[in-house]
């Protein structure tokens, strides 16, 4: 299976751009293997901060769940314009879904869909 590309336009004319992906049953395999106690989470979720990202949340009565988003900070950033954003049934999950389509679906470049390897079978 080929992996999608996402374009990204961060030109500062522009509105944010949104990013969100969903997952194939084996990269949401791979994700629940990455976080086998809650920990994991809070370890990535400082390693994103560090690296000069915001986070929020906040339940979305549109989709009636949990909502992560993801905003990187300053406008050098590589990621710069855009928004990635992921749901969840718990804050835990929303959370966790958005830390891993940032470090491993994305590999940090949130226009990076060649990297998808865990769902290249």
């Not at 990455?34 to 390693?47: A, D, I, N, T």
């Not at 993801?70 to 992921?86: C, E, R, T």
Request: aromatic share 12%.
């Amino acid at each position: 299976m080929s992996a999608k590309k996402t374009q990204l336009s961060s030109s500062p004319e522009t509105k944010p751009r949104w990013i969100s992906v969903d997952l194939t049953p084996k990269q949401k395999a791979d994700m629940i293997s990455r976080f086998p106690e809650p920990g994991e989470v809070f370890s990535w979720l400082h390693r994103l901060i560090e690296s000069g990202y915001k986070v929020t949340q906040s339940w979305s009565s549109y989709d009636k769940c949990h909502a992560c988003y993801i905003f990187p900070v300053g406008d050098d950033h590589a990621n710069a314009g855009h928004i990635l954003s992921n749901r969840g049934s718990t804050p835990y999950n929303a959370l966790r879904g958005a830390l891993y389509r940032h470090f491993v679906v994305f590999e940090e470049n949130w226009g990076n869909r060649e990297a998808q390897g865990v769902d290249e079978d």
